[in-house]
């Protein structure tokens, strides 16, 4: 194999590792806000049930959740689990994500002074509008650095979703590896993923500069 | 409240999981009528595995295996899916019905019991793949070395069943994911041999170079075979029907010679 074909091949395991990459962002964000909303609930039974979940997410490696994810419906119900293989590794990796997401999100809300509460209230907003108007701008402008953090962290989990043998970045090097028994795909996949955690990180930083309007 | 709140969480994680034992037996029944109307062969396969199933130069997967199995599905009229799984993973993917056969070096020694099994195609030995220059030459020189093998492999099996004397000398016994990871460490001088099974040796040795010998004495004599989820004979007797016109008309042995592989063919024509 040429080095142009061993690229060409990595990168279409790049474009899968991108794609897990979006699709889990764009579900474990607001499903980490609607969990981190459960987890302050003043209704003990929510909030414990959502403690429960975000420790069980925390504390066991992503790896497994996979499994569990992809193969536990065939296991627990005898369902037909052909094909559904991207499908199962969205929803492990979203709900995963969500469970830290959901812990800097109330990291960030908890943080905010109940001084602000009143003074919208004293100013006639309900509820929703000093949460959407007043607290979560704020929110957002401190959790970015957090934030970044596990968008990184993401963008190399996905070399995971190889336990469940999708051909993503990783799973593609090793393949290649082991047919032209060679480490060169390695040292492409690390470059690869340098390259993309090093345009996240500088997305992220322009996102935090424009979030600084206050300073 | 919250002993209380723990009480109903461990009663339905029970519920579920007595559910699923009920459900599991009866999946079994429905797949296997499927076959009547079968218009694929989903082929479970390492894709780590040359030069039974790999992906070739042009970043296609190909192999003895998995072009064995498309000249049946080419005679059957169905389609062929191959989808690379985990090694690891093997069991739970058949067992679900995500694929229909892991088709791709899979011994059959030790295994009888565990799979409905095709008739063996290939003689394969376990063996023993040392540097050049590492002075060793049979199982005996083995003793206080360290030995590396395939995690959940053939080879790992007979080391810990039939071979067990003689890994009990050894120093260490490393498992690694794949023989890539071993041969790199072997060349790097972290263990001195390897455990595997000759074809796939071979393919190693002729791709890596100079270097590698394989040591004469073997570690066991063993065979190949396609592995079905047990049970499931009807697609077993289609299959295997193929497999024989294959071997009647040539191809088998034509692609055994393709892939270096002509020593180990078994099948004859009847």
Redesign the interface.
């Known amino acids: 194999?040429?080095f142009t074909?061993m690229l060409?091949?990595l990168s279409?395991g790049m474009l899968e590792s991108v794609k897990i990459f979006f699709f889990t962002l764009i579900f474990s964000l607001p499903l980490g806000l609607l969990i981190c909303f459960g987890r302050m609930s003043k209704n003990?039974?929510i909030r414990?049930?959502v403690k429960?979940y975000i420790s069980i997410m925390r504390g066991t490696p992503l790896m497994l959740q996979l499994?569990v994810v992809y193969?536990g419906p065939?296991?627990?119900?005898?369902a037909?689990?052909?094909g559904k293989?991207f499908l199962a590794i969205i929803i492990g990796f979203s709900i995963n994500y969500a469970a830290y997401y959901a812990e800097i999100y109330r990291s960030g809300i908890e943080s905010m002074p109940v001084g602000q509460y009143e003074a919208a209230r004293l100013l006639g907003y309900n509820k929703i509008q000093t949460f959407g108007r007043i607290i979560l701008p704020q929110v957002i402008k401190r959790i970015l650095p957090s934030v970044t953090n596990e968008v990184i962290t993401l963008v190399k989990d996905t070399s995971l979703a190889?336990?469940?043998?999708h051909?993503e970045l990783f799973?593609m090097a090793?393949?290649?590896?082991?047919?032209?028994?060679t480490?060169m795909p390695f040292v492409i996949a690390g470059v690869f993923y340098y390259v993309f955690n090093f345009v996240v990180a500088i997305l992220m930083e322009k996102a935090e500069k424009k979030a600084a309007y206050y300073r | 409240m919250k002993k209380k709140i723990f009480a109903i969480t461990l009663t339905l994680a029970l519920a579920f999981g007595l559910t699923a034992c009920g459900s599991g037996t009866q999946q079994a029944e429905t797949t296997t009528t499927a076959a009547a109307e079968r218009t694929q062969l989903v082929v479970g396969f390492d894709a780590e595995y040359p030069p039974y199933g790999y992906m070739d130069d042009k970043g296609e997967y190909t192999g003895f295996d998995l072009e064995m199995a498309q000249a049946v599905c080419d005679l059957r009229g169905w389609e062929l899916v191959k989808t690379p799984i985990d090694w690891a993973s093997k069991d739970m993917e058949l067992d679900s019905g995500a694929i229909d056969c892991i088709w791709n070096g899979f011994t059959i020694n030790g295994r009888e019991d565990d799979y409905t099994w095709s008739v063996p195609y290939i003689d394969n030995s376990q063996v023993i793949v040392t540097a050049k220059d590492s002075g060793i030459s049979t199982l005996a020189d083995l003793k206080g070395k360290n030995v590396g093998v395939q995690s959940a492999s053939a080879a790992l099996n007979v080391l810990n069943g039939d071979q067990s004397a003689v890994k009990d000398t050894f120093a260490s016994l490393t498992e690694y994911g794949d023989y890539n990871t071993a041969f790199t460490e072997l060349q790097a001088g972290a263990i001195d041999a390897i455990a595997m099974d000759i074809g796939v040796a071979q393919y190693q040795i002729s791709s890596r170079g100079e270097g590698y010998v394989i040591i004469d004495e073997i570690l066991a004599a063993e065979q190949y075979g396609i592995g079905f989820k047990l049970g499931n004979t009807e697609l077993k007797d289609q299959v295997e029907e193929s497999l024989m016109q294959l071997v009647a008309n040539g191809t088998y042995a034509t692609l055994a010679e393709k892939y270096g592989l002509t020593d180990y063919i078994i099948l004859e024509a009847e």
Request: hydrophobic share 50%; no cysteine; net charge positive.
């Open positions: 194999m040429d074909t060409l091949q279409t003990s039974l414990n049930i429960v499994l193969f065939y296991y627990l119900w005898g037909n689990i052909g293989r190889f336990a469940l043998a051909m799973s090793k393949q290649i590896s082991a047919a032209q028994t480490f």
